[in-house]
Protein backbone atom coordinates (compact mmCIF):
# COMPACT_ATOMS: atom_id res chain seq x y z
CA UNK A 1 0.00 0.00 0.00
CA UNK A 2 2.67 2.67 0.61
CA UNK A 3 2.84 2.72 -3.57
CA UNK A 4 -0.53 3.76 -3.38
CA UNK A 5 0.20 6.87 -0.90
CA UNK A 6 3.03 8.02 -2.61
CA UNK A 7 0.63 8.23 -5.54
CA UNK A 8 -2.04 9.97 -3.70
CA UNK A 9 0.49 12.60 -1.90
CA UNK A 10 1.56 13.15 -5.81
CA UNK A 11 -1.51 13.95 -6.91
CA UNK A 12 -3.26 16.10 -3.88
CA UNK A 13 0.02 17.17 -2.06
CA UNK A 14 -2.10 16.82 1.01
CA UNK A 15 -0.01 14.96 3.45
CA UNK A 16 -2.16 15.05 6.37
CA UNK A 17 -5.66 13.27 3.91
CA UNK A 18 -2.86 10.11 2.84
CA UNK A 19 -2.02 9.52 6.56
CA UNK A 20 -5.99 9.84 7.79
CA UNK A 21 -6.30 7.20 4.41
CA UNK A 22 -3.53 4.68 5.52
CA UNK A 23 -5.56 4.56 9.20
CA UNK A 24 -8.73 4.38 7.22
CA UNK A 25 -10.87 6.08 5.33
CA UNK A 26 -14.04 5.92 7.17
CA UNK A 27 -12.83 8.46 9.27
CA UNK A 28 -11.07 10.56 6.92
CA UNK A 29 -12.01 14.04 6.20
CA UNK A 30 -13.60 13.74 2.76
CA UNK A 31 -16.87 14.77 0.75
CA UNK A 32 -19.89 12.83 1.49
CA UNK A 33 -19.75 11.15 -2.15
CA UNK A 34 -16.15 10.59 -2.07
CA UNK A 35 -16.70 8.56 0.77
CA UNK A 36 -19.72 6.73 -0.73
CA UNK A 37 -17.63 6.45 -3.61
CA UNK A 38 -14.76 4.15 -1.49
CA UNK A 39 -17.26 2.07 0.53
CA UNK A 40 -18.19 0.80 -3.11
CA UNK A 41 -15.19 0.25 -4.24
CA UNK A 42 -14.37 -1.63 -0.95
CA UNK A 43 -17.25 -3.58 -1.30
CA UNK A 44 -16.65 -4.60 -4.72
CA UNK A 45 -12.94 -5.64 -3.66
CA UNK A 46 -13.98 -7.45 -0.64
CA UNK A 47 -17.34 -8.81 -1.12
CA UNK A 48 -18.16 -8.55 -4.86
CA UNK A 49 -20.88 -11.64 -4.86
CA UNK A 50 -22.81 -8.91 -2.58
CA UNK A 51 -23.17 -6.02 -5.06
CA UNK A 52 -26.74 -5.30 -5.50
CA UNK A 53 -28.71 -2.47 -7.58
CA UNK A 54 -29.19 -0.56 -4.46
CA UNK A 55 -25.18 0.11 -4.46
CA UNK A 56 -25.05 1.67 -7.58
CA UNK A 57 -28.17 3.37 -6.63
CA UNK A 58 -26.07 4.61 -3.55
CA UNK A 59 -23.49 6.17 -6.13
CA UNK A 60 -26.53 7.81 -8.17
CA UNK A 61 -27.73 9.49 -5.15
CA UNK A 62 -24.72 10.80 -4.52
CA UNK A 63 -24.27 12.45 -7.91
CA UNK A 64 -22.63 10.06 -9.85
CA UNK A 65 -23.19 10.20 -13.57
CA UNK A 66 -23.08 6.63 -15.16
CA UNK A 67 -19.73 7.33 -16.83
CA UNK A 68 -18.55 7.74 -13.49
CA UNK A 69 -19.99 4.78 -11.99
CA UNK A 70 -18.50 2.54 -14.83
CA UNK A 71 -15.10 4.83 -13.62
CA UNK A 72 -15.42 3.57 -10.01
CA UNK A 73 -15.79 0.06 -11.05
CA UNK A 74 -13.48 -0.31 -13.71
CA UNK A 75 -10.66 1.15 -11.66
CA UNK A 76 -11.68 -0.58 -8.17
CA UNK A 77 -11.67 -3.75 -10.54
CA UNK A 78 -8.16 -3.23 -12.23
CA UNK A 79 -6.45 -2.94 -8.92
CA UNK A 80 -8.21 -5.56 -7.34
CA UNK A 81 -6.88 -7.70 -10.04
CA UNK A 82 -3.07 -6.61 -10.76
CA UNK A 83 -3.30 -6.69 -6.94
CA UNK A 84 -4.11 -10.06 -6.37
CA UNK A 85 -1.80 -11.06 -9.71
CA UNK A 86 0.98 -9.46 -7.62
CA UNK A 87 0.09 -11.15 -4.50
CA UNK A 88 -0.44 -14.23 -6.13
CA UNK A 89 3.06 -14.16 -7.98
CA UNK A 90 4.78 -12.90 -4.56
CA UNK A 91 5.46 -9.85 -6.21
CA UNK A 92 8.11 -7.66 -4.04
CA UNK A 93 7.94 -3.84 -3.95
CA UNK A 94 10.83 -2.03 -6.12
CA UNK A 95 12.58 -0.29 -3.63
CA UNK A 96 11.86 3.07 -4.81
CA UNK A 97 8.29 2.36 -3.26
CA UNK A 98 9.99 1.51 0.23
CA UNK A 99 11.81 4.97 0.15
CA UNK A 100 8.62 6.53 -0.28
CA UNK A 101 6.66 5.04 2.24
Same mark, same amino acid.
Do not use: C
Given at each position: MKHHGAGLH? %? =? #??????AQMTRNYKTAELSVPDRAMLDYAV?? =?? $? *????EQGDIEELRK? #??SEAAILDINQVASYYAF @??? %? $?DGLG @?? %?? *?YWEQAG
Amino acid at each position: MKHHGAGLHK %L =T #GNEDLVAQMTRNYKTAELSVPDRAMLDYAVKL =TE $A *PWTMEQGDIEELRKH #GFSEAAILDINQVASYYAF @VNR %L $ADGLG @VE %LE *PYWEQAG
